[in-house]
T-cell receptor, first 115, second 111 residues
């Protein structure tokens, strides 16, 4: 299966600063990547679909100006949390899917803590 | 869009007993249903999946059933072991290849 690498695994930042999270598909060219957010003891909620070479598609309720997604190549998508606030503290995780209706491969996840 | 409901939210069983987790989905066009196991702070790991042209699939102690007419699918774990303790998520993939997760079930297997 596809190998997906996500960095950093943990980050602590001050309120008001920005944090960039990288998601790399190491052995698979991904035209589409997905970004999820998971609060403690809750499910994974899709935030946005990252499309290579075009704008990301955001789910309802997710602020596109706050969560900037860039998918400049077939192997890299980045999520930047801008002007982070404590309520943005969460587990962010990306995924890649190969052919339709096949297994999704997840990155290791990033634990973001905003203090 | 797709909506996936999962029950129960928590499940406690004795080691050796069976565990059953049930999910329903809303989009009749969904045709792929994976199940993930997630340990604390880790990424979800696929444990079994089923496609809409199949009613049941088994892999050792794990089995999944699908009823497309009723739009529900279930995970069955037999002979549970303490290492089965984790959070389990069902999911449905729709025609647009979008993955929607259920709310999760925290399974606790007591030794």
């Amino acid at each position: 299966g596809a190998v997906v690498s996500q960095h950093p695994s943990r980050v602590i930042c001050k309120s008001g600063t920005s944090v960039k999270i990288e998601c790399r598909s190491l052995d698979f060219q991904a035209t589409t990547m997905f970004w999820y957010r998971q609060f403690p003891k809750q499910s994974l909620m899709l935030m946005a679909t990252s499309n290579e070479g075009s704008k990301a598609t955001y789910e309802q309720g997710v602020e596109k100006d706050k969560f900037l997604i860039n998918h400049a190549s077939l192997t890299l998508s980045t999520l930047t949390v801008t002007s982070a606030h404590p309520e943005d503290s969460s587990f962010y995780i990306c995924s890649v899917t190969g052919t339709p209706n096949t297994e999704a491969f997840f990155g290791q996840g990033t634990r973001l803590t905003v203090v | 869009g797709e909506n996936v409901e999962q029950h129960p939210s928590t499940l406690s069983v004795q080691e050796g007993d069976s565990a059953v987790i049930k999910c329903t989905y809303s989009d009749s066009a969904s045709n792929y249903f994976p199940w993930y196991k997630q340990e604390l702070g880790k990424r979800p790991q696929l444990i079994i999946d089923i496609r809409s042209n199949v009613g049941e699939k088994k892999d050792q102690r794990i089995a999944v059933t699908l009823n497309k007419t009723a739009k529900h699918f279930s995970l069955h774990i037999t002979e549970t072991q303490p290492e089965d303790s984790a959070v389990y998520f069902c999911a449905a993939v729709d025609a647009g290849n979008m993955l929607t997760f259920g709310g999760g079930t925290r399974l606790m297997v007591k030794p």
